[in-house]
């Protein structure tokens, strides 16, 4: 399976924007790259996902690079409730499945 | 409201006992999933399902078991083969299976093995 990289913590202050940033080097042509977050004794939560152009949702943006080696989750206004574990995760549609690894701690100033 | 509900919140078991985790869903999903979460990791995929009456191992399946004979219901056993059990628990559901399809997530079951 493809892996995908992604800091271990990163900060904002509320209201401003927040970039996280995720490598999938090792990414083919069929697989889509999904965000998902996940609050503290919570299940995950469906952020947004993507194949190859960018797109947008009322929760966030993801931007995929032309060759799809790395993407960005853009959160446009962080709010203290988007303080949670963000994972960047890779599926194929030969063998759906979601492969989480440890995530981006994000925390929110205020 | 639609959605999908886990229970009990929080499990405690004797060692050599084995346990039901409850997940059901009202979303009309064909798709569903168990995965474990241990503390400070990502979710490792336990069993799926595609549809009803069917279900393929995933990643760690040793010591667990599924079925599969509702669509809306999804029950996870933890058997005494499983070597270490203490973890939380998440049921998922998908409209079907797919690469490109989000996945809805329970509240979790916080399993605990005394």
């Known amino acids: 399976d493809a892996k995908t990289t992604q800091p271990n913590s990163m900060e904002s202050n509320e209201e401003e924007p927040v970039h996280l940033p995720c490598n999938h080097s090792t990414i083919s042509g069929t697989d889509y790259i999904h965000w998902y977050r996940q609050l503290p004794s919570q299940g995950p939560e469906y952020v947004i996902h993507?194949?190859?152009s960018n797109v947008n949702n009322r929760m966030a943006s993801l931007a995929i690079a032309e060759d799809r080696k790395s993407s960005t989750l853009i959160l446009h206004r962080a709010t203290l409730r988007d303080a949670a574990v963000y994972y960047c995760?890779?599926?194929?549609?030969?063998?759906?499945?979601?492969?989480f690894g440890k995530g981006t701690l994000l925390t929110v100033n205020p | 409201d639609g959605g999908i509900t886990q229970s009990p919140k929080y499990l405690f078991r004797k060692e050599g006992q084995n346990v039901t985790l409850s997940c059901e869903q009202n979303?009309?999903?064909?798709?569903m999933y168990w995965y474990r979460q241990d503390p400070g990791q990502g979710l490792r995929l336990i069993y799926y399902?595609?549809?009803?009456?069917?279900?393929q191992k995933g990643d760690i399946a040793e010591g667990y078991s599924v079925s599969r004979e509702k669509k809306e219901s999804f029950p996870l056993t933890v058997t005494s083969a499983q070597k270490n059990p203490t973890a939380f628990y998440l049921c998922a559901s998908s409209t079907e299976w797919g690469a490109y399809n989000e996945q809805f997530f329970g509240p979790g079951t916080r399993l605990t093995v005394l």
């Open positions: 979303l009309n999903h064909d798709a």
């Open positions: 995760i890779l599926s194929r549609g030969s063998n759906y499945k979601l492969t």
């Open positions: 993507g194949l190859t």
């Open positions: 399902s595609q549809i009803v009456n069917d279900f």
